[in-house]
């Protein structure tokens, strides 16, 4: 019941501070989508292997850049969660304590509310860094060594073609 209680209160404090926890949302949602349309273009190219050999390098460039973002908004999620206690917590200084009960209560729900978006920013990190592990960074790596291949193989070709 406990347990509850807290998702509940969790929950009600995302309009409070929590939203900006949330933000990251935006960040890792973006990021996401331009791995799977990044994905998708190199799917294409792999199809009918273009005559531009810059092809390769700029695929490659585009998919470790998408990544990058993706995995560094991973990281953002515990930081945004301390800003958002901070931010609730700076709202503790303006209690006014001349009326001691509901001050102390004042304090309490304020400091709640801190450790709400520190928890929001720790699920977040957790999910989407097992979402990561299990999906994302897997299909990612064998992509950007498929490219490492076909960019091998260009370089060989043209050592040979030089040859000739």
């Given at each position: 019941m406990a347990l509850v209680n807290v998702f509940k209160q969790m929950i009600l404090n995302i309009f409070k501070t929590d939203w900006i926890v949330f933000l990251g949302l935006l960040l890792t949602i973006w990021s996401l989508r331009r791995i799977m349309r990044?994905?998708?273009?190199l799917k294409k190219k792999l199809e009918k292997m273009p005559d531009n050999p810059d092809w390769v390098d700029d695929m490659r460039r585009e998919l470790h850049t998408a990544y990058s973002i993706f995995a560094a908004?991973?990281?953002l999620?515990?930081?945004l969660g301390m800003f958002g206690t901070v931010v609730s917590l700076i709202n503790v200084g303006s209690v006014?304590?001349?009326?001691m009960t509901e001050s102390l209560d004042a304090v309490k729900s304020n400091f709640f509310t801190a450790l709400t978006s520190t928890a929001w920013g720790i699920i977040f990190a957790a999910v989407f860094k097992i979402f990561n592990a299990a999906f994302i960074e897997p299909e990612v790596e064998d992509d950007l060594d498929r490219l490492d291949e076909i960019a091998e193989e260009q370089r060989r070709d043209k050592k040979v073609g030089l040859r000739k």
């Amino acid at each position: 019941m406990a347990l509850v209680n807290v998702f509940k209160q969790m929950i009600l404090n995302i309009f409070k501070t929590d939203w900006i926890v949330f933000l990251g949302l935006l960040l890792t949602i973006w990021s996401l989508r331009r791995i799977m349309r990044t994905k998708s273009k190199l799917k294409k190219k792999l199809e009918k292997m273009p005559d531009n050999p810059d092809w390769v390098d700029d695929m490659r460039r585009e998919l470790h850049t998408a990544y990058s973002i993706f995995a560094a908004s991973i990281t953002l999620y515990p930081l945004l969660g301390m800003f958002g206690t901070v931010v609730s917590l700076i709202n503790v200084g303006s209690v006014d304590f001349s009326q001691m009960t509901e001050s102390l209560d004042a304090v309490k729900s304020n400091f709640f509310t801190a450790l709400t978006s520190t928890a929001w920013g720790i699920i977040f990190a957790a999910v989407f860094k097992i979402f990561n592990a299990a999906f994302i960074e897997p299909e990612v790596e064998d992509d950007l060594d498929r490219l490492d291949e076909i960019a091998e193989e260009q370089r060989r070709d043209k050592k040979v073609g030089l040859r000739k």
